[in-house]
């Protein structure tokens, strides 16, 4: 059973940062890839970053890409989502994801675990 537990999620102020961190226990985290997804407010779920089982493959949406980060420490089975410069279009719950295969997945239904979602705030 592979269990995910998102934290790091709360209110920032346009420009700022924050730093999501997602949990996971069990025992086929190293190698497996993950990903972070969210959902806006009134909006469907989406991509937002990816990593391959190792973390030396990773890929984000155009939206995010130069001011979000994914990164994972499979030592500590943990994956993170470094956000910086944050724009109030980023406000929405978000999601980490397990896929449960080695490569990288962008496709939300390729995905079979999933966390409680964290919710991010953007003030502007």
């Known amino acids: 059973q592979v269990q995910l537990v998102e934290s790091g999620g709360g209110l920032a102020q346009a420009g700022g940062s924050l730093r999501l961190s997602c949990a996971v226990s069990g025992r086929t985290f190293s190698s497996t890839a993950m990903g972070w997804f969210r959902q806006p407010p009134g909006k469907e779920r989406e991509f937002v970053a990816a990593t391959d089982w190792s973390g030396r493959n990773t890929f984000h949406v155009v939206s995010v890409r130069g001011r979000f980060t994914i990164s994972r420490d499979n030592a500590d089975k943990m994956l993170y989502l470094q956000m910086n410069s944050l724009k109030p279009e980023d406000t929405a719950v978000y999601y980490c994801?397990?896929?449960?295969?080695?490569?990288?997945?962008?496709?939300?239904?390729?995905?079979?675990?999933w966390g409680q979602g964290t919710q991010v705030t953007v003030s502007s």
């Open positions: 994801a397990g896929s449960g295969r080695f490569g990288l997945l962008v496709e939300a239904d390729k995905y079979l675990y």
